[in-house]
């Protein structure tokens, strides 16, 4: 769809912002371009919509040189999100959102009727579209931003550090947000950021670049945290590549035990009689209610009368991925990782020794078909509760972690 | 003053309402005109100044020069060529209004933030539309801001312009002195004054109800 042929850029005096780039973007993919700054790659974003002109090589859209279409022409069929947003001031949120179909020449009535749609598609309440920019949060400023991109519908989105002027919160509402639109809609995007763990998080495939716009690696993210092509980029990925790989690991494969769950209604004796250190108080309906210490426990009475210790957090058998069941069994206070089914009822525990036992054996399991991109386990995708918002794209990858309480991400 | 002369006879303003309101009119169009003419030949110049950065720092001193320039020499230069007119009065005055003017359309051009800029342009405005439909009204708070200096200073030195005849209100200044008369005097200073005042008071308004999304200017960016 993108198609880089032996790009690079020059400047006058003597920097070189890109270096011999060759990339080929899949259709309807989310490549991020990645590394840290002065690496070349806004450079090599806005070469895509000739904001900046490639000193040699061509740049390609859908087979075409871009060179052959003029710039604004080019640029009207290519969304662009920038980092601060960028949006008019002095137009009121549907207008902002209207602009490139007035370029178009759409006219008025049509540009706007086509612009409310999309902000109620970004997920803003139609009562701001009458609203001027300065009145607006940072995020949705954003969403206003993204709206805006997707004004004419166009095929490809370019994307510039869109989530990085936001707070951590928002970013993350913002990503989950994004994925979910990208579910739907497929575009053709080039994302950049200089934060790795973003570009794991929403990249089908990422490019890694390395100071003086030379190209690194270029993989999936689980083949880049798995082989990272040389010293750079394992450092550039980070120490605790090891722990995000299993963010490409579903929790559904993992082997759990039955353990010390008893219901909460269940006498103390039959607690004491387990002989286990911690027991697992369940309500009717299996639902997880509490951690109790067998020390602790009342002389007598049930387990209604224990007291129990929060939980912690469980991971979902059908969602969430291996990093957030390895999470929850470290922040457990019985050290045993809560599994729960669809139905948020008890499936088992786990502890974290024998979770990495077994993510050992499903990474590796993953190593041998992951170009094939087979489909996950059949019962993790079937009966899938996830909110749409926190799986990638498409293709069979395996989903990351869930967000919030789950996975390492509230650190 | 003549002994028992009051400082204003009221009956002399009743008498000469017609004709104050006239001379009124001719102040306005002395003082404002010029400020018109100076905007349409500062927009496209500080436009050029703010594309060509090195065309700014010569202009500005040009402007600055002709400002410096006192009104009494240039009106005896244009004598020459234009006569006891209006028009003697307003060009002078128009070439004052750019010193303040220039510098505020540059200034205002250069408060549109670059994300802004960067973003019209991905859209895929043309450099023309961008500047039209962008820029210049982002820039609009800032140089109003500068028309507003520009239209009262230009309304209290059109009364200079009655040493050739034409100083509007300023008339009723110079015949004050010459008839040792303080009515006139002070009737016209304070109606210039007003119309300074009521005509910077309406631009604000005007800016207002233009640019309603700058009111939160400075709280965000």
């Known amino acids: 769809m993108i198609r880089f042929d032996a790009v690079s850029k020059n400047y006058p005096n003597g920097t070189t912002a890109v270096d011999g780039l060759s990339l080929e973007l899949a259709e309807g993919g989310l490549t991020v371009l990645v590394g840290p700054s002065g690496c070349g790659k806004t450079t090599t974003l806005r070469m895509v919509n000739r904001m900046v002109e490639p000193s040699a090589g061509t740049v390609s859209l859908g087979g075409r040189d871009i060179r052959e279409v003029a710039a604004p022409e080019l640029r009207r069929g290519i969304g662009y999100v920038i980092q601060h947003a960028g949006l008019f001031p002095h137009r009121t949120v549907l207008d902002n959102v209207a602009t490139v179909p007035l370029l178009l020449g759409?006219?008025?009535?049509?540009?706007?009727?086509?612009?409310?749609?999309?902000?109620?598609?970004?997920?803003?309440?139609?009562?701001?579209?009458?609203?001027?920019?300065?009145?607006?949060?940072?995020?949705?400023?954003q969403r206003v931003g993204v709206a805006r991109a997707l004004g004419a519908d166009p095929p490809v989105l370019l994307m510039d550090e869109p989530?990085?002027?936001?707070?951590?919160?928002?970013?993350?509402?913002?990503?989950?947000?994004?994925?979910?639109?990208?579910?739907?809609l497929h575009k053709t995007?080039?994302?950049?950021?200089?934060?790795?763990?973003?570009?794991?998080?929403?990249?089908?495939?990422?490019?890694?670049?390395?100071?003086?716009?030379?190209?690194?690696?270029?993989?999936?993210?689980?083949?880049?945290?798995?082989?990272?092509?040389?010293?750079?980029?394992?450092?550039?990925?980070?120490?605790?590549?090891?722990?995000?790989?299993?963010?490409?690991?579903?929790?559904?494969?993992?082997?759990?035990?039955?353990?010390p769950v008893l219901p909460v209604t269940a006498p103390v004796a039959e607690a004491r009689a387990?002989?286990?250190?911690?027991?697992?108080?369940?309500?009717?309906?299996?639902?997880?209610?509490?951690?109790?210490?067998?020390?602790?426990?009342?002389?007598?009475?049930?387990?209604?009368?224990?007291t129990l210790v929060p939980l912690g957090h469980t991971f979902s058998l059908t969602g969430d991925s291996a990093r957030a069941a390895l999470d929850a069994a470290l922040l457990s206070p019985s050290r045993l990782a809560v599994g729960v089914d669809a139905q948020g009822a008890v499936a088992g525990v786990a502890d974290a020794y024998e979770l990495s036992a077994a993510m050992a054996r499903a990474t590796t399991l993953t190593d041998v078909p992951a170009d094939a991109a087979t489909a996950p386990e059949p019962g993790a995708s079937a009966a899938s509760t996830t909110p749409a918002g926190l799986t990638k794209g498409d293709a069979g990858e395996s989903g990351p972690e869930k967000d919030g309480g789950a996975g390492g991400d509230g650190r | 003053m003549r002994d028992g002369e009051p400082l204003v006879r009221w009956a002399w303003i009743g008498d000469h309402v017609d004709e104050l309101a006239h001379y009124t009119g001719v102040h306005l169009r002395l003082g404002l005109l010029p400020v018109l003419f100076g905007l349409i030949i500062s927009v496209p110049l500080g436009m050029l100044c703010h594309r060509y950065r090195w065309v700014y720092p010569p202009t500005l001193t040009a402007a600055n020069v002709l400002y410096s320039i006192p009104s009494l020499a240039l009106f005896m230069i244009f004598v020459r060529y234009t006569g006891l007119t209006e028009r003697t009065v307003m060009i002078p005055l128009t070439l004052y209004t750019l010193s303040v003017l220039i510098p505020n359309v540059v200034d205002g051009l250069a408060s549109v933030p670059d994300p802004v800029r960067q973003a019209a342009t991905a859209m895929g405005f043309s450099t023309v539309r961008r500047v039209v439909q962008v820029e210049l009204p982002i820039a609009v708070p800032v140089v109003v801001a500068g028309v507003r200096v520009a239209a009262v200073s230009s309304i209290s030195l059109v009364a200079v312009g009655q040493l050739i005849g034409q100083g509007g209100l300023g008339y009723y200044i110079t015949r004050g002195l010459q008839l040792d008369f303080p009515t006139p005097i002070i009737t016209a200073t304070v109606l210039i004054m007003l119309l300074a005042l009521a005509t910077d008071a309406l631009l604000v308004l005007a800016q207002r109800l233009l640019t309603p999304w700058a009111r939160g200017k400075g709280a965000k960016a």
Do not use: C, N
């Open chain 1, 106 to 141: 759409w006219g008025k009535k049509k540009a706007r009727s086509r612009a409310a749609e999309l902000l109620e598609l970004v997920g803003l309440p139609a009562t701001m579209a009458k609203r001027y920019p300065y009145q607006l949060s940072g995020g949705q400023q």
């Open chain 1, 163 to 184: 989530f990085s002027a936001v707070d951590p919160i928002v970013r993350g509402e913002l990503q989950a947000e994004f994925l979910r639109l990208q579910k739907e």
């Open chain 1, 189 to 259: 995007i080039v994302f950049v950021t200089h934060d790795i763990d973003e570009a794991i998080k929403l990249g089908d495939h990422i490019a890694v670049f390395r100071t003086g716009g030379k190209l690194a690696q270029f993989d999936t993210p689980e083949k880049l945290l798995e082989h990272p092509a040389d010293d750079f980029v394992a450092d550039f990925v980070g120490q605790d590549r090891g722990i995000r790989r299993l963010s490409f690991v579903q929790a559904s494969g993992l082997p759990l035990r039955e353990g």
């Open chain 1, 274 to 306: 387990l002989g286990e250190p911690w027991v697992l108080a369940v309500d009717a309906a299996r639902r997880p209610l509490g951690w109790a210490a067998t020390d602790d426990l009342p002389s007598g009475g049930t387990l209604t009368d224990a």
